[in-house]
Nanobody, 121 residues
Framework: QVRVVESGGGLVQAGGSLTLSCVSS????????MNWYRQAPGKLRELVAK???????NYADFVEGRFTITRDNTKNTAYLQMNSLKPEDTAVYYC???????????????WGQGTQVTVSS
């Protein structure tokens, strides 16, 4: 059984920091791309950051150098370090483990239940 579990969310003042963790089990973690998404009330879910199996990273434009995604394959864990948080960063943050096949029908995606991040002004 595959499990993806996020933790580390909470309430923080603007300018503060949080580190989210995402522990996965039931998959070969090292071969999965790990992604962080977020969804604010009334908005679509959006990609925040991704890290490939090889450690290459990409970030959404709105991150503006404030967040860092990392992974520790020995712990089956991905992290999202968030600094200089803004009220507009308030959202539920979701972890996604993704493996891509030769065509989309072979793609595999596993999602966590999400962790709430609230940034007060």
């Amino acid at each position: 059984q595959v499990r993806v579990v996020e933790s580390g969310g909470g309430l923080v003042q603007a300018g503060g920091s949080l580190t989210l963790s995402c522990v996965s089990s039931g998959i070969t973690f090292s071969i999965y791309e790990m992604n962080w998404y977020r969804q604010a009330p009334g908005k679509l879910r959006e990609l925040v950051a991704k890290i490939s199996s090889g450690g290459n990273t990409n970030y959404a434009d709105f991150v503006e150098g404030r967040f860092t995604i990392t992974r520790d394959n020995t712990k089956n864990t991905a992290y999202l370090q968030m600094n200089s948080l803004k009220p507009e960063d308030t959202a539920v943050y979701y972890c996604n483990a993704a493996q891509y096949g030769l065509s989309p029908k072979y793609d595999r995606h596993f999602w966590g239940q999400g962790t709430q991040v609230t940034v007060s002004s």
